[in-house]
């Protein structure tokens, strides 16, 4: 009795410790947008595929030229190197981006603390 008492409570805790270790990550795949006013076709977007990595931003939809790479998660910060620069981001949760570094980029005319939004919805 006393055997099956502990390969219970053994059996329990191990439950307990796999459920403590999830691995989600805290930003969803899809489009983020930078939120302020824009031109229709010209708000400027951030792309994350979560299945390979990969990081694509642009500067609207009309816009043919994206900087193209992946991207990788520490903690609550995203960085992204592509082409042409590295982008640093703070994950402020999983649907908002916050721009910290745009690496210097002279393509991007973005200002730091820029805020991207997720959106199913394309602009």
């Known amino acids: ?22 691995n989600t990550t805290p930003v969803l795949s899809g489009i983020y947008y930078v939120k302020g006013d ?3 076709g010209l708000t400027p977007y951030v792309s994350l595929s979560l299945d390979d990595n ?5 500067a609207g939809s009309l816009v043919s030229f994206a900087a193209n790479g992946s991207f990788t998660i520490e903690e609550d910060t995203l960085v992204a190197t592509t082409q042409i620069a590295t982008f640093v981001f703070n994950i402020t949760d999983s649907n ?20 991207f939004v997720y959106s199913n919805d394309l602009k």
């Open 96 to 115: 908002t981006l916050v721009l910290v570094d745009n690496g210097d980029n002279e393509y991007f005319q973005l200002a730091e603390n820029s805020e």
């Open 54 to 58: 990969t990081f694509s931003m642009g």
């Open 38 to 40: 824009f031109e229709e």
């Open 1 to 22: 009795m006393k055997r099956i008492l502990c390969c219970l409570i053994c059996l329990v805790m191990l439950f307990l410790f796999v459920g403590c270790n999830s």
